[in-house]
T-cell receptor, first 110, second 111 residues
């Protein structure tokens, strides 16, 4: 069955430390992977997508088809990165539905 | 632009009551969807639609009905509310092939 798994409910790091939020997926087709973020009192919003291979707010994520992973990384965490992060998988085709993982709360301590 | 608008923001129901969560978007997006957010469960897809007159089930459709009579609106109906439907509900829309835009959420409590 298609699923997205985020094994960590909570990740707590100190400011300046590296961050890696894990995401694994199970999908038989060609996956499109995304990271969405929900800051306190804000709407869920797109952080980045694997297709664009961009770095947003210092975050990057590489799709590893061999390991079926799409981990989110940042070399130096900032307090403003504290938020809930969701990994998401879109099914094949532009009309494809989007499913999410369980979410990981990132807490960056001063 | 208002984006994606959900009403009501908060609602308390008794078991067995019915209600409709409203969702409207003004971006002319073809795709609309409903999710529920529960602690430890993340966001789970309830129903989605790829255009007016077309709807399909997501991961957790039981207990919910949807319809899509216009491009702008995608209401979610609970016909007989149960405590297990206590959750935060999010509506989201997008152009086909693009990112999702979310509403602010509707917090529903079923007693």
């Amino acid at each position: 069955a298609q699923r997205v798994t985020q094994p960590e409910k909570l990740l707590s790091v100190f400011k300046g430390a590296p961050v890696e939020l894990k995401c694994n997926y199970s999908y038989s087709g060609s996956p499109e992977l995304f990271w969405y973020v929900q800051y306190s009192r804000q709407r869920l919003q797109l952080l980045l997508r694997h297709i664009s291979r961009e770095s947003i707010k210092g975050f990057t994520a590489d799709l590893n088809k061999g390991e079926t992973s799409f981990h989110l990384k940042k070399p130096f965490a900032q307090e403003e990165d504290s938020a809930m992060y969701y990994c998401a998988l879109r099914f094949s085709g532009n009309t494809g539905k989007l499913i999410f993982g369980q979410g990981t709360t990132l807490q960056v301590k001063p | 632009n208002a984006g994606v608008t959900q009403t009501p923001k908060f609602q308390v129901l008794k078991t067995g009551q019915s209600m409709t969560l409203q969702c409207a978007q003004d971006m002319n997006h073809e795709y609309m969807s409903w999710y529920r957010q529960d602690p430890g469960m993340g966001l789970r897809l309830i129903h989605y639609s790829v255009g007016a007159g077309i709807t399909d089930q997501g991961e957790v459709p039981n207990g919910y009905n949807v319809s899509r009579s216009t491009t702008e609106d995608f209401p979610l109906r609970l016909l007989s509310a149960a405590p297990s439907q206590t959750s935060v509900y999010f509506c989201a829309s997008r152009e086909l092939g693009r990112e999702l835009f979310f509403g602010e959420g509707s917090r529903l409590t079923v007693l």
